[in-house]
C-alpha cells in the first residue's frame, strides 16, 4: 500500500514537473517571439513580404523611390515564381502593375551578392519573357522597373538613388527600351523623401516611423491588431525567422568545429582530435583555447 502512494506521490510530482515544464515553455515562446517581432525591419524581406500585402504600403514606396505621387497599383503578386526554359526559377519578391500596365519588381537585399549588376538584368529579362504573350509583337512589351532596396551601398559610388538605363554610346542619348533598374542605397539618409524613406525602412519601432501608411501597418503587425487570416501569417513568418536563426547558428557551430579540427590537426594533436568527436564539454574548452 505504501509503494502504491509513493507511486501516486511520484507521478504527480512527474505531472507537476511536466507541466511546469511546458508553461516555462511557453513563456519563453512568447517572448522569443515578442523579441523577434520588436528587432523587425522592413529590411527584413521575410517581415517585408507581410507589409506589403498591403498595397498602399507598396504604391507608397514606389510612389517615393520613383518621385511618382498619382502612381496607383492595379495588381501586385508576392513571391512570384518566375522559371525559365531549362526550369531555373526566380521567385520576386514583389511583382506589380500599375494603371498604365507598367511593370515594377521591388528586391530587398541585405547583402551584396544578391544585388549584383547581372541579376537585375537576369530579373528584367525573366519579366519580359513572361510579359509577351504568343503572337504579340515586340512593341507590346511593357516598361519595367526592377527596383533593388539595399541595406549598403552595393555599387560604391556614393549615391543614394542609382538610375540604370541603355544608352547610345556615341551621341550619349537613351536607347529607350523601356526598361529601368533602380538601386536604393538605404545607407545614404540625405534630409528629403527618399533619406526619410530609408530611415523609415530600418527602423523598428513604428512610432518612429515616419510615414503614416507604413506606420501603421507596422504597428498593426507588431502589436497583434490583426484578423485571424494575420495572426497565421505572422505566425508563419516567426516560425520562418525561427528556423532561419537555427540554421545560421548550426552552420556557424560547423565552421567552428572544422577551424577547430583543421588546428588541432596542424598542431598533430590527434588525440584531442579523437576526443572533440564525442565529449562537448572538452569541445567547447579546445574552442575557447584557439580562440573560435
Excluded: W
Amino acid at each position: 500500500m505504501k509503494k502504491t502512494n509513493f507511486t501516486k506521490s511520484n507521478t504527480k510530482k512527474s505531472d507537476c514537473s511536466k507541466t511546469h515544464s511546458n508553461s516555462t515553455r511557453k513563456k519563453l515562446d512568447a517572448l522569443e517571439k515578442k523579441k523577434i517581432i520588436a528587432s523587425l525591419t522592413l529590411m527584413d524581406d521575410l517581415f517585408m513580404q507581410v507589409v506589403l500585402e498591403e498595397q498602399a504600403c507598396t504604391e507608397y514606396i514606389l510612389q517615393t523611390i520613383l518621385d511618382k505621387s498619382s502612381l496607383k497599383l492595379m495588381e501586385q503578386r508576392l513571391q512570384k515564381r518566375l522559371p525559365n526554359l531549362h526550369g531555373r526559377a526566380l521567385v520576386l519578391d514583389c511583382l506589380c502593375t500599375d494603371e498604365k500596365g507598367l511593370l515594377y519588381n521591388i528586391e530587398v537585399q541585405n547583402s551584396s551578392a544578391g544585388a549584383i549588376p547581372k541579376r537585375a538584368r537576369y530579373h528584367a529579362a525573366l519579366m519580359d519573357t513572361h510579359t509577351l504573350k504568343k503572337g504579340e509583337k515586340f512593341s507590346k512589351l511593357p516598361e519595367s522597373y526592377v527596383i533593388f532596396i539595399t541595406d549598403k551601398d552595393v555599387l560604391g559610388e556614393g549615391e543614394q538613388l542609382y538610375q540604370i538605363e541603355r544608352v547610345i554610346r556615341k551621341s550619349g542619348n537613351l536607347f529607350k527600351d523601356g526598361s529601368h533598374i533602380l538601386y536604393f542605397n538605404t545607407s545614404r539618409q540625405d534630409d528629403n523623401a527618399l533619406g526619410k524613406l530609408a530611415r523609415d525602412f530600418k527602423e523598428a519601432n513604428p512610432k518612429e516611423i515616419q510615414s503614416d501608411v507604413l506606420s501603421h501597418r507596422v504597428s498593426s503587425l507588431k502589436e497583434g491588431k490583426l484578423d485571424r487570416e494575420g495572426e497565421k501569417k505572422m505566425n508563419v513568418l516567426l516560425e520562418k525567422y525561427r528556423k532561419k536563426a537555427v540554421e545560421e547558428g548550426m552552420e556557424r557551430g560547423e565552421n567552428r568545429l572544422a577551424l577547430l579540427i583543421g588546428r588541432l590537426l596542424e598542431a598533430g594533436r590527434m588525440d584531442d582530435l579523437k576526443r572533440v568527436s564525442y565529449d562537448e564539454a572538452y569541445r567547447e574548452k579546445l574552442l575557447k583555447e584557439f580562440g573560435l
